[in-house]
């Protein structure tokens, strides 16, 4: 499973709820300089129709590779809904889906494919991941309750039905599937920050480099 260990180890510490999940990695050594993506990987790092939390014109962009199916993307939501309510309108967050977890991964980003063509993605999305444990247990898949989980969060199902099966939803999940090799992603979450990739992976690094950056387009 994805960053399965790091996740582990955090619950295994301290009960983590999904409204204050807080994952902490001890960093013993400087920050190193990290390289922004290469010109020529940009394109594939954000698309026009990825999803966007956050005011289109902020300052800071977090490119988040997301599977719904994953723990550690679920641990790590609040967390980014934090920072964003910390520095207000100066960060906005990118998803990019990142089916990691078969059948599963690939209802859910339908969707939430279907719920951002409603006009209600955050309101599904936040629904799916905290009715995660329920619909995607591992070892124990159960995809067909994500639809079921939206409609209450308010998803025209009937609509969604079709949406979900459309050419571009298809076109879309291929698109960022191809972006994932492109950028190299094997994990998830996934952070780019303004174009840098987030190493080492930590909370409180995200944390930095997102206060960092907006420190830098404030001055």
Known sequence: MNRRNLILSVLALSAVG?????????????TPEVEPVAPEKAEALTRPYSPVLGPDNAAVTIVEFFDPACEACRAFHPIVKDIMS????????VIRYTAFHGNGSDTAIRVLEAARMQGIFEPVLNAILREQPR???????RPNLVLDIAAKAGLDRAAARGQMLAPQT????????ADVETMGVRQTP????????????????LRRVVAAEVAAKQS
């Open 86 to 93: 910390e520095h207000g309108n100066s960060v906005r967050v």
């Open 170 to 177: 298809t076109a879309i999940i291929n698109q960022d599937r």
């Open 190 to 205: 996934t952070f780019f920050v303004n174009g840098q990739p987030l190493d080492p992976f930590s909370e409180a690094e």
């Open 135 to 141: 619909w995607a247990a591992h070892g124990s898949m």
């Open 18 to 30: 999904f409204g204050g999940a807080v994952l902490y990695v001890t960093r013993s050594a400087p």
